[in-house]
């Protein structure tokens, strides 16, 4: 088979995700991290999206209504990540959800990106994240990246708010 090499251009166009409690979900991921709702598929399933798109992310019950969390140690979704456009809108959503208490898993620096990870009500893992700008990626002296994952100093990320 000949090598197949994707077009630079392809993006991740949405995630569509099993829930248990479709209102739950909605007032996660629309109340609490800001998506809108674009449209309701019934009872038993949502669209939501930033700035009007017609859908980031689908939630369903389709499969999985008043059901429990998928058991952390079995294969499926790590985490769906949501980026971005600065870095000071990622310290907004930091101080959204840290004013209405609501609890992280970790918030990193990769050297690429910053990133604040929470689970959703489901327990799916959501990464909040922005890149910064490529020219400002680690590199060693070849110019490989070289991602890490060290701690976020997040006092200096609420900074941006300043």
Same mark, same amino acid.
């Given at each position: 088979?000949?090598?197949?090499? !994707?077009?630079? #251009?392809?993006? /991740?166009?949405? +995630?569509?995700?099993? +829930?248990?409690? &479709?209102?739950? %979900? !909605?007032?996660?991921?629309?109340?609490?991290?800001?998506?809108?709702? #674009?449209?309701?598929?019934?009872? %038993?399933?949502?669209?939501?999206?930033?700035?009007?798109?017609?859908?980031? /992310?689908?939630?369903?019950?389709?499969?999985?209504?008043?059901? @429990?969390?998928?058991?952390?140690?079995?294969?499926?979704?790590?985490?769906?990540? !949501?980026?971005?456009?600065?870095?000071?809108?990622?310290?907004? /959503?930091?101080?959204?959800?840290?004013?209405?208490?609501?609890?992280?898993?970790?918030?990193?620096?990769?050297? +690429?990106?910053?990133?604040?990870?929470?689970? =959703?009500?489901?327990?799916?893992? +959501?990464?909040?994240?922005? =890149?910064?700008?490529?020219? #400002?990626? @680690?590199?060693?002296?070849?110019?490989?990246?070289?991602?890490?994952?060290?701690?976020?100093? /997040?006092?200096?990320? &609420?900074?941006?708010?300043?």
């Amino acid at each position: 088979m000949a090598k197949y090499k !994707i077009p630079a #251009q392809t993006r /991740i166009g949405h +995630v569509h995700l099993k +829930v248990a409690d &479709l209102q739950r %979900s !909605i007032d996660f991921y629309c109340g609490l991290l800001g998506f809108e709702l #674009q449209l309701m598929y019934g009872d %038993s399933a949502a669209f939501i999206s930033a700035g009007g798109y017609h859908h980031h /992310i689908g939630l369903n019950t389709w499969h999985s209504k008043n059901s @429990p969390p998928a058991p952390e140690q079995y294969p499926g979704l790590y985490h769906t990540a !949501i980026l971005y456009p600065g870095r000071k809108d990622l310290a907004a /959503i930091f101080k959204r959800l840290a004013d209405a208490g609501y609890p992280f898993t970790g918030a990193s620096d990769h050297g +690429v990106s910053e990133a604040l990870y929470l689970n =959703d009500p489901d327990g799916n893992g +959501v990464e909040l994240y922005w =890149d910064r700008p490529k020219d #400002q990626w @680690p590199t060693d002296e070849h110019g490989n990246l070289t991602m890490f994952t060290r701690r976020l100093n /997040i006092e200096d990320l &609420l900074k941006e708010l300043d």
